[in-house]
């Protein structure tokens, strides 16, 4: 039956560099392997400014984006390419809402974020996005077929 199919995607998930900084990144990896996600690419990765301003572009007006590329280039971040159905969407989930006070217990930011501003993951949003964020973040050699 093709009840309830849903389509197998990739997304861009990144363990931000307060997730590293604190230790999570085997936590984090640990809970995707359970999920039964399919890693695709993974590395450990300094973006450079320019790289940071052009994946938070959406944001580039906001007035916390100075603050937010500042941050997401303050130390290594681990980038992860996921492969599975639903993934965007169902790594949104397991992160749980950008603002950890609204975060729900057992969602990553839920459990361990502490701030808006330093929430540990990141998930693309959207079909497009991931696109996007994966061409930004892996070449096309670091990414298994
Ligand atoms: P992300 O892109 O990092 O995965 O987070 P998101 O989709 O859940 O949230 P988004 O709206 O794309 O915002 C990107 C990041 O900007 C920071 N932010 N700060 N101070 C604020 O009001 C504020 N709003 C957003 C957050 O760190 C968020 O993850
Ligand atoms: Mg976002």
């Known amino acids: 039956s093709t009840l309830g199919a849903m389509p197998t995607e990739r997304t861009?998930?990144?363990?931000?560099?307060?997730?590293?900084?604190?230790?999570?990144?085997?936590?984090?990896?640990?809970?995707?392997?359970?999920?039964?996600?399919?890693?695709?690419?993974?590395?450990?990765?300094?973006?450079?400014?320019?790289?940071?301003?052009?994946?938070?572009?959406?944001?580039?007006?906001?007035?916390?984006?100075?603050?937010?590329?500042?941050?997401?280039?303050?130390?290594?971040?681990?980038?992860?390419?996921?492969?599975?159905?639903?993934?965007?969407a169902g790594w949104r989930s397991m992160m749980g809402a950008t603002n950890p006070a609204n975060a729900a217990p057992g969602t990553i930011r839920g459990d361990f974020a502490t701030s808006v501003g330093e929430n540990v993951t990141h998930g693309s949003d959207s079909p497009e996005s991931a696109q996007r964020e994966l061409a930004l973040f892996f070449a096309e050699g670091e990414l298994l077929k």
Do not use: C, W
């Open 12 to 88: 861009f998930a990144m363990i931000k560099p307060d997730g590293v900084r604190r230790g999570l990144t085997a936590e984090i990896l640990r809970r995707i392997e359970l999920k039964g996600y399919r890693t695709v690419g993974l590395k450990l990765y300094q973006i450079p400014r320019e790289t940071a301003e052009s994946h938070y572009g959406e944001h580039s007006a906001k007035p916390f984006f100075g603050e937010l590329v500042d941050f997401i280039t303050s130390g290594p971040v681990v980038a992860i390419a996921l492969e599975g159905e639903n993934a965007i």
